[in-house]
């Protein structure tokens, strides 16, 4: 298993920042991200979409799903592609003048000999990934309180 981690400091309540965060079309907006066909629950866990990104120069296509949510702790989303299932666990935290987001990713890559090393470079693939991602929830919720 490899793991990425990363955390962003909001200034916003961190009710405001979890709902935020549950519309996957939100906390998913990235330029190499497209979501489509989103089935939003009311309660998160259950909640879906289809994306499209590209890695390593591939168009690929999957399905991401939130299977945990525990308000206003954490939302736990399963993304499943062709070769890579990655797990992103985000949390929520209420600190001095706002919220901590902390974004981790892991990886199972079972397979014989290089599961390990395709672990660690789906990890060191997906840094600026999740900074952009982290990044994007705090300006996004911080101009929306300017």
């Given at each position: 298993?490899?793991?990425?981690?990363?955390?962003?400091?909001?200034?916003?309540?961190?009710?405001?920042?979890?709902?935020?965060?549950?519309?996957?079309?939100?906390?998913?907006?990235?330029?190499?991200?497209?979501?489509?066909?989103?089935?939003?629950?009311?309660?998160?866990?259950?909640?879906?979409?289809?994306?499209?990104?590209?890695?390593?120069?591939?168009?690929?296509?999957?399905?991401?799903?939130?299977?945990?949510?525990?308000?206003?702790?954490?939302?736990?989303?399963?993304?499943?592609?062709?070769?890579?299932?990655?797990?992103?666990?985000f949390?929520?935290?209420?600190?001095?003048?706002?919220?901590?987001?902390?974004?981790?990713?892991?990886?199972?890559v079972?397979?014989?000999?290089?599961?390990?090393?395709?672990?660690?470079?789906?990890?060191?693939?997906?840094?600026?990934?999740?900074?952009a991602?982290?990044?994007?929830?705090?300006?996004?919720?911080?101009?929306?309180?300017?």
């Amino acid at each position: 298993m490899a793991t990425l981690t990363r955390s962003v400091t909001i200034k916003a309540p961190v009710d405001e920042v979890f709902d935020y965060a549950l519309d996957v079309r939100n906390l998913w907006s990235m330029p190499e991200v497209a979501v489509a066909e989103v089935d939003l629950k009311p309660e998160g866990t259950g909640t879906s979409c289809r994306i499209w990104s590209h890695m390593l120069g591939f168009h690929i296509e999957g399905v991401l799903e939130y299977t945990e949510v525990v308000r206003p702790e954490r939302i736990v989303a399963k993304v499943s592609f062709f070769m890579e299932h990655p797990t992103w666990t985000f949390t929520f935290e209420p600190i001095a003048g706002g919220t901590k987001l902390t974004g981790t990713g892991e990886w199972h890559v079972n397979l014989p000999v290089v599961g390990g090393t395709v672990e660690k470079m789906n990890v060191k693939e997906h840094e600026p990934f999740l900074d952009a991602m982290l990044g994007n929830v705090k300006a996004a919720l911080e101009a929306k309180a300017a």
